[in-house]
């Protein structure tokens, strides 16, 4: 995640309301928590729902509240997954999701 260009970097006080995020965001929505980093303009975050949960229903607790359904927000793939062809896609804003074949083989790595 990448901070909006008009937010000021965070600070240490900062990265501490984003782990409270987190927590109170484990409490509500279960997850694994397998790797993060907090940097001054982005954080990233490796996490894995534990079932039933989904990593959408995960991610909704710590939301912007910038749209009411993901499928409002024009940037991101969600439409695609949820059944807009990719032409319409691009169209929208430019992007399309990549379909990758798996292969047989499976020692091989994509």
Known sequence: MRLLKRRSE???????FL???FRRARV????????WVFLPDHWHAICVPVYPLTISVVMKSVRAG???EPRDWTWSSVHQYSGMSADEQK???GLTIDRVRMPLDPDTRI
């Open 19 to 21: 782990a409270l995020a």
């Open 66 to 68: 910038l749209v009411r």
């Open 28 to 35: 509500l929505h279960p997850f694994f928590l397998t790797a």
């Open 91 to 93: 169209r929208r804003c």
């Open 10 to 16: 965070l600070r240490d006080a900062d990265f501490h």
